[in-house]
C-alpha cells in the first residue's frame, strides 16, 4: 500500500455537557477533562459526537429538535454561537440537525468535514414550539491529514476493447461519498487526468474499486492507475494517483475469419460483445438497430434466471417517431459494430448476408458440451462470484470455400445495416427448419425496435479513417 499524505482519522468525541434551562444565552462552562477523544477509526471527513443535556425539558428533547452547531476555529465563533442562541442565524454557523437522542443523550455525525482543519462546536436543542433556543459549551476538535493506501491496479477480463480493473483502495466507505475517485487509462507511462481516458467510479465502496474499461483500442497497451481528489478548504484537492499497471488488449484481426468471398470482407467469429462462440448461459449482447447502447442481461446467481434491463433508443423524436438514419447504417454514427471495434470493422449490409449464402456451405446441426464459467453479481452477498456450469450450445458452421468456418448459433437473429423503403431491416435468420436442417435467410420482416445481436465484419474496402 503506498501512503501518499499523512493519515487523516475521523475522531468520535466522548463529550459531558449540560446546558442551562434559565434561558442564559452564555455557553456553560465545562472543565477541561469533561472531554474525551476515543473511539479512533479510519473515518476521514466525518466526526460523531455524543452528549447529554441536563436541564432540558424532556418534552422539549422529544419534541423538538436537537443537535450539533459547528464551524471553522475561530475568534468569533462563540460569539457566533450566542447569536444563533438568540435567533441570530449566520451561514457560517453550520447546523446538523440529525441524529439520535437516547433519554437525555444525544449522538450524531457530521459529514464532509476538510482534513488538517480545527472545528469548534456544540451541542443545541430547539424546543417543541419552535421558540427557544439553547445551547452547550463550546468544544473544539481538530481533522487530521488525509491518506488513502491505494495499490496498484490489478486487471482481470482482458478482451479486445475493454478489460475489467480493480483496485484495493483502504479508507471508509463513507468516505469515498465526499472523493472522487476512477481509474484512468493512457497510451504512455505516468498517466495523469489530463490527456487520458477517463472512468469515473460511481458504486457503493466496499473496499475495492471495480471499473470496466469499455471502448478502448485494440492490441493497444495501455498504462491504468487510480485517480482520487478530495475536498479542502478551497474546493477539492490536486490529484492524488496510485501505483500504474500495464496491460496489452488483444488483437481484433484474431477474430476475423476468412472464408474466402468475392469481396474479400472477413466475419468475425463471434457477436458484437461476445469474448467466444457464445455459449447457451451467457446470451449475446443485443441492440437495437442504430442503437450503440448495450442491452444488460442480469443473471440471478441462485436461480440462473435472466432479466433483460432495457435501455434508452436513441433516435426517437419527442413526438415518438423514428429519426431518419438512413437506408443503410453499416460503417457510420449509428452503426454499434464500426463505433466500438473502430478501423475497418462494421455492421454487415444485405449484400454481404446475400454473399455468404451464395459462397459457403451449411453443416448439419452439432452440439457442443463444455464447462462454461462467468462471473455473475449476487444479491444475496452483493458481490460477484465465479460461477460453473455445464453448457450445451447447438449450432451448425458456415464454411468457405478455403475451409475455414465461422459458427452461428440456432436461434440467433443478426441485424444488418440495411433498411428497405418501408423502413423494415434485413435480418439474418439462423433458425432451424424442420427436421432441423440449419436455415439461414435475410427476410424485411422487423422494424427497428427489435432486439438482435450484430454480428461484425472486416471490409478491406473501407476508406481509412
Known amino acids: 500500500i503506498n501512503l501518499l499524505t499523512s493519515v487523516f482519522y475521523g475522531l468520535a468525541i466522548t463529550v459531558m455537557l449540560s446546558s442551562c434551562g434559565d434561558g442564559s444565552s452564555d455557553p456553560v462552562i465545562e472543565e477541561p477533562d469533561a472531554i474525551i477523544a476515543g473511539n479512533i477509526s479510519t473515518t476521514f471527513f466525518t466526526a460523531t459526537v455524543t452528549g447529554s443535556f441536563s436541564g432540558i425539558s424532556k418534552y422539549d428533547l422529544a419534541l423538538g429538535k436537537s443537535g450539533i452547531l459547528y464551524c471553522e476555529k475561530s475568534d468569533n465563533a462563540e460569539n457566533m454561537f450566542k447569536q444563533w442562541k438568540e435567533g441570530n442565524d449566520n451561514p457560517e454557523c453550520k447546523v446538523f440537525d440529525k441524529g439520535k437522542m437516547n433519554s437525555d443523550s444525544y449522538s450524531g455525525t457530521i459529514g464532509g468535514l476538510i482534513p ?32 488513502p493506501g491505494i495499490e496498484a491496479v490489478k486487471m482481470d477480463s482482458i478482451h479486445y476493447v475493454d478489460a475489467l480493473a480493480k483496485v484495493r483502495l483502504t479508507m471508509d466507505a463513507k468516505d469515498a461519498e465526499y ?26 465502496f466496499k473496499g475495492t474499486v471495480r471499473v470496466e474499461l469499455k471502448y478502448i483500442k485494440s492490441n493497444q497497451e495501455y498504462y491504468c492507475r487510480l485517480y482520487m481528489r478530495y475536498p479542502t478548504k478551497n474546493g477539492m484537492s490536486d490529484w492524488i494517483y496510485g501505483p500504474e499497471t500495464s496491460f496489452t488488449t488483444k488483437d481484433l484481426m ?46 440471478d ?84 462470484r465465479q460461477v460453473e456450469t455445464d453448457d450445451v450450445v447447438d449450432y451448425f458452421e458456415v464454411t468457405g470455400s478455403n475451409g475455414n468456418n465461422i459458427r452461428f448459433r440456432f436461434y440467433e437473429s443478426i441485424w444488418s445495416g440495411t433498411c428497405d423503403e418501408g423502413n423494415a431491416i434485413y435480418i439474418l435468420y439462423c433458425r432451424p427448419e424442420e427436421g432441423f436442417r440449419p436455415s439461414i435467410k435475410p427476410e424485411s420482416v422487423v422494424g427497428r425496435r427489435g432486439r438482435y445481436c450484430i454480428r461484425p465484419v472486416w471490409d478491406p474496402n473501407m476508406p481509412d479513417e
Open 301 to 384: 446467481a441462485k436461480t440462473a434466471k435472466y432479466e433483460i434491463t432495457d435501455v434508452r433508443y436513441e433516435h426517437v423524436d419527442a413526438q415518438g417517431n423514428y429519426l431518419d438514419l438512413g437506408n443503410e447504417i453499416s460503417g457510420t454514427e449509428y452503426d454499434a459494430a464500426h463505433q466500438r471495434y473502430g478501423g475497418k470493422w462494421r455492421m454487415p449490409t444485405k449484400a454481404d448476408l446475400e454473399e455468404l449464402i451464395e459462397n459457403c456451405t451449411l453443416s448439419s446441426k452439432k452440439t457442443l458440451y463444455h464447462k462454461h464459467y462467468h462471473y455473475v453479481y449476487n444479491y444475496q452477498d452483493n458481490a460477484y
Open 179 to 204: 472523493c472522487e475517485i476512477g481509474v484512468l487509462l493512457s497510451e504512455t507511462a505516468d498517466g495523469k487526468t489530463d490527456g487520458s481516458i477517463l472512468f469515473p467510479y460511481s458504486d457503493k
Open 116 to 147: 488538517d482543519t480545527e472545528y469548534m462546536f456544540c451541542l443545541f436543542s430547539i424546543d417543541k414550539d419552535n421558540k427557544k433556543r439553547e445551547i452547550s459549551a463550546v468544544h473544539t476538535f481538530r481533522t487530521l491529514t488525509f491518506e
Open 254 to 299: 484474431d477474430t476475423a475469419i476468412d472464408l474466402g468471398l468475392p469481396s474479400g470482407i472477413r466475419w468475425a467469429g463471434f457477436s458484437l460483445g461476445d469474448y467466444d462462440f457464445a455459449s447457451t448461459f451467457d446470451k449475446s449482447p443485443l441492440f437495437y438497430w442504430g442503437s450503440s447502447q448495450e442491452m444488460v442481461i442480469y443473471i
